[in-house]
C-alpha cells in the first residue's frame, strides 16, 4: 500500500510516496502553483496518485514548537479536506514541527547549494513527514504483535 506525503505551502507542495510496503518514504517532486489556480495543483497531485497507486495521503501540519496550530494550519486543514473529497481517499494530518528546518540541515550536510536548496526543500520535508508518519505506524503495528 502506498501513502502519499505531502508538505503544502503558500506557492509549492513538496511531495513524497512510500515504497509498496510503507517502510521508506522518497522525495518525488516540489510542485509550484500560484493560489488561484490551485486546479493545477490538484490536477498534478491526481496523476501522482493514479501513477503510483497511492491509497492514502498524510498531510503536514503547521505548528509551533509549543504544539500550538501555526496560522498556515487552517490552510493545510483545507487542503487536507480537498484531497480527500478530490480523490475519495483517507487523508491524514501530521505533525510537521521542525521538518523544513531538519530537511535544511540534510541538504546542507549533503553540500547542496542554497539554489538547489530552495528548489528541493520542500520535497525533503515532505519526505520527513511522511517517514515520520510511516516509522509510527510501523512501530503500533509491533506492540500489537
Same mark, same amino acid.
Given at each position: 500500500?502506498? /501513502?502519499?506525503?505531502l508538505?503544502? %505551502?503558500?506557492?509549492?507542495?513538496?511531495?513524497?510516496?512510500?515504497?509498496? !510496503?510503507?517502510?521508506?518514504a &522518497? %522525495?518525488?517532486?516540489?510542485?509550484?502553483?500560484?493560489?488561484?489556480?490551485?486546479?493545477?495543483?490538484?490536477?498534478? /497531485?491526481? &496523476? @501522482?496518485?493514479?501513477?503510483? #497507486?497511492?491509497?492514502?495521503?498524510?498531510?503536514?501540519?503547521?505548528?509551533? !514548537? /509549543?504544539?500550538?496550530?501555526?496560522?498556515?494550519?487552517?490552510?493545510?486543514? %483545507?487542503?487536507?479536506?480537498?484531497?480527500?473529497?478530490?480523490?475519495?481517499?483517507?487523508?491524514?494530518?501530521?505533525?510537521e514541527? @521542525?521538518?523544513?528546518?531538519? #530537511?535544511?540541515? /540534510? @541538504?546542507?550536510? #549533503?553540500?547542496?547549494?542554497?539554489?538547489?536548496?530552495? &528548489?528541493?526543500?520542500?520535497?525533503?520535508?515532505?519526505?520527513?513527514i511522511? &517517514?515520520?508518519?510511516?516509522?509510527k505506524?510501523?512501530?503500533?503495528?509491533?506492540?500489537?504483535?
Amino acid at each position: 500500500m502506498r /501513502i502519499m506525503g505531502l508538505d503544502f %505551502g503558500s506557492v509549492t507542495c513538496g511531495v513524497a510516496i512510500s515504497d509498496p !510496503l510503507g517502510w521508506t518514504a &522518497q %522525495g518525488i517532486e516540489t510542485i509550484h502553483y500560484v493560489e488561484h489556480k490551485k486546479n493545477l495543483l490538484f490536477d498534478r /497531485i491526481g &496523476q @501522482l496518485i493514479h501513477d503510483y #497507486a497511492v491509497e492514502s495521503v498524510v498531510v503536514g501540519l503547521p505548528k509551533d !514548537l /509549543i504544539g500550538t496550530e501555526s496560522a498556515r494550519a487552517e490552510a493545510s486543514r %483545507g487542503f487536507a479536506k480537498s484531497i480527500h473529497r478530490k480523490f475519495k481517499l483517507p487523508v491524514e494530518l501530521w505533525d510537521e514541527r @521542525l521538518t523544513t528546518m531538519a #530537511a535544511e540541515r /540534510i @541538504l546542507i550536510s #549533503a553540500d547542496v547549494s542554497r539554489k538547489k536548496r530552495k &528548489q528541493v526543500i520542500d520535497k525533503e520535508a515532505a519526505v520527513l513527514i511522511l &517517514q515520520s508518519y510511516l516509522d509510527k505506524i510501523r512501530m503500533e503495528s509491533k506492540k500489537d504483535e
